[in-house]
């Protein structure tokens, strides 16, 4: 009995593709804006149900923000063999 169980958390590990893996990815990302005068600036993130600020999904657009800092919602890295990231 132990050696099936030994036998099938060895094929349980087996990797499809050698060379592949997924894994959890976590960034942060701190821009800071230096206001200038008359002029207003605007941040807008295209996607964005995909990060967070401060534990919360972030807005589409910011005016005038002095501070942002940004941290990804663990998204999942697929790293394909012979697959190269742009």
């Known amino acids: 009995m132990l050696s099936f ?4 958390h060895a094929i349980s590990k087996v990797v499809a593709d050698p060379g592949s893996y997924s894994d ?3 960034s942060k990302l701190e821009l800071t804006f230096t206001s200038v005068e008359n002029y207003d ?5 295209p996607t964005p ?3 967070t600020i401060n534990n ?3 807005k589409p657009i910011y005016y ?3 501070t942002l800092v940004i941290e990804s919602i663990n998204n999942v ?3 394909l063999k ?4 742009k």
């Open 82 to 85: 012979n697959h190269k990231f």
């Open 41 to 45: 600036t605007f941040v807008i993130f």
């Open 56 to 58: 919360n999904i972030i």
């Open 5 to 8: 169980l030994l036998a099938y």
């Open 24 to 26: 959890l990815v976590q």
């Open 49 to 51: 149900d995909k990060f």
């Open 64 to 66: 005038n923000p002095e």
């Open 77 to 79: 890295l697929h790293k």
